[in-house]
């Protein structure tokens, strides 16, 4: 099973902006390009939330919650997406977590990397 890890998370304020990563771990056995990517979050005492996927190339959904304001994009070449978070709210405070999908079935989440938003 391909493994994930998450990284790129950070205490920052209002307004900031910060950019982070899902790495394959080890060898993935299929070009990164042939998976998709999700993103969730969750917040302390609530449950985990839908931020992001990339079902296919081209096709991205974004919660609305984020929409204008995060986007993701990927480096194939480095087995790596990445979950750009501009005008982070203190409502984005939550640990971040992402997952990959070959065909309809997806992989298992991260261990997660923790976003903090001051005000």
């Known amino acids: 099973q391909v493994t994930v890890v998450e990284s790129g998370g950070d205490v920052v304020r209002t307004g900031d902006s910060l950019t982070l990563s899902c790495s394959v771990t080890?060898?993935?056995?299929?070009?990164?390009?042939?998976?998709?990517v999700g993103w969730s979050r969750q917040a302390p005492g609530k449950e985990r939330e839908f931020v992001a996927a990339?079902?296919?190339?081209?096709?991205?959904h974004y919660a609305d919650s984020v929409k204008g304001r995060f986007t993701v994009s990927r480096d194939n070449g480095v087995n790596t997406a990445y979950l750009h978070l501009n005008n982070l709210k203190p409502e984005d405070t939550a640990a971040y977590y992402c997952?990959?999908?070959?065909?309809?079935?997806?992989?298992?989440w991260g261990q997660g990397t923790q976003v903090t938003v001051s005000s």
């Open positions: 997952r990959l999908k070959y065909g309809s079935a997806w992989g298992s």
């Open positions: 080890g060898r993935p056995g299929r070009p990164f390009s042939t998976f998709g």
């Open positions: 990339t079902l296919s190339p081209g096709n991205t």
